[in-house]
C-alpha cells in the first residue's frame, strides 16, 4: 500500500528564512504528486503538484518542490517565507489521495 | 471554478442520533468524491470513495454501517453518521474529482464539517 512520510511535525521559521520540507512515499510504481496548504480556519488547497515531465515543479505563491524519484522524494522548498504562509502543509500521493501527517509551519515576524 | 461546500459547516447533537453531511460540487460535475476524517493535529484519513449511482469503497477499518455514504447525482454526495458516539466527534472533510477525468487530476476540497456528539 502506498504511504507518505512528513518527517517534520512542526517547523519554526523566521521571515525571510528558506525553507524545506520533507516527503518521502513508498510505492514502487508511478506516482502522481501533490502539496496542498491549509491556513488556519481554511479549506486545503492545491499548491502544486507533479504527474511526470520536468521534476521540479512551480506552484503558487513561489512554492517549488523537486521530485526525485531514486530518492522517492518530493520536498517542498520556498526560498523565503513570509508570515502568511503560517500553514499546516500536506503531501500527498496519487490520485486517492493518501496523505502524510502534515507539517505545521510558523513563521515569525 | 470548481467550487466545493459542504453542509452544514457545524453540527452539534446527542449521543445515539445521526447525522447527515452534504458535499456539493457548485460549478462541475463529479463522478467521484471522496470522504476524510481530521483528527486534531493529524492528517487527513480517507474514509471512502463515493461513486456516483454505485455503492462507495471503504476504507480498511471504516464501519460501513456507521459512515453511510450516498452519491445519488453527479455534484451530491452525503456522509450520515448513524448513532453517533462521542468518539465520532471530529471534521469531516469531502473532495470531488471532475467527471470525465482520468485519475490523474487534483481534487477539489470543501470547507469541512465540525461534528461535536455530546
Known amino acids: 500500500a502506498q504511504s507518505v512520510s512528513q518527517h517534520n511535525h512542526h517547523v519554526i521559521l523566521s521571515e525571510a528564512a528558506s525553507l524545506e520540507l520533507g516527503c518521502n512515499y513508498s510505492y514502487g510504481g508511478t506516482v502522481n504528486l501533490f502539496w496542498y496548504v491549509q491556513y488556519p480556519g481554511q479549506h486545503l488547497q492545491l499548491l502544486l503538484k507533479?504527474?511526470?515531465?520536468?521534476?521540479l515543479v512551480k506552484g503558487i505563491k513561489g512554492f517549488e518542490a523537486e521530485f526525485i524519484k531514486s530518492k522517492f522524494s518530493f520536498n517542498l522548498r520556498k526560498p523565503s517565507v513570509q508570515w502568511s504562509d503560517t500553514a499546516e502543509y500536506f503531501c500527498?500521493?496519487?490520485?486517492?489521495?493518501?496523505f502524510g501527517a502534515g507539517t505545521r509551519l510558523t513563521v515569525k515576524p | 471554478g470548481a467550487v466545493v461546500s459542504q453542509h452544514p459547516s457545524r453540527v452539534i447533537c446527542k449521543s445515539g442520533t445521526s447525522v447527515k453531511i452534504e458535499c456539493r460540487s457548485l460549478?462541475?460535475?463529479?463522478?467521484?468524491m471522496f470522504w476524510y476524517r481530521q483528527f486534531p493535529k493529524k492528517s487527513l484519513m480517507l474514509m471512502a470513495t463515493s461513486n456516483e449511482g454505485s455503492k462507495a469503497t471503504y476504507e480498511q477499518g471504516v464501519e460501513k454501517d456507521k459512515f453511510l455514504i450516498n452519491h445519488a447525482s453527479l455534484t451530491l454526495s452525503t456522509l450520515t453518521v448513524t448513532s453517533a458516539h462521542p468518539e465520532d466527534s471530529s471534521f469531516y472533510i469531502c473532495s470531488a474529482m471532475p467527471a470525465g477525468t482520468g485519475r490523474l487530476v487534483e481534487q477539489f476540497f470543501g470547507p469541512g464539517t465540525r461534528l461535536t456528539v455530546l
Open positions: 507533479y504527474f511526470s515531465g520536468d521534476p
Open positions: 500527498a500521493v496519487s490520485s486517492d489521495m493518501r
Open positions: 460549478d462541475f460535475q463529479a463522478t467521484t
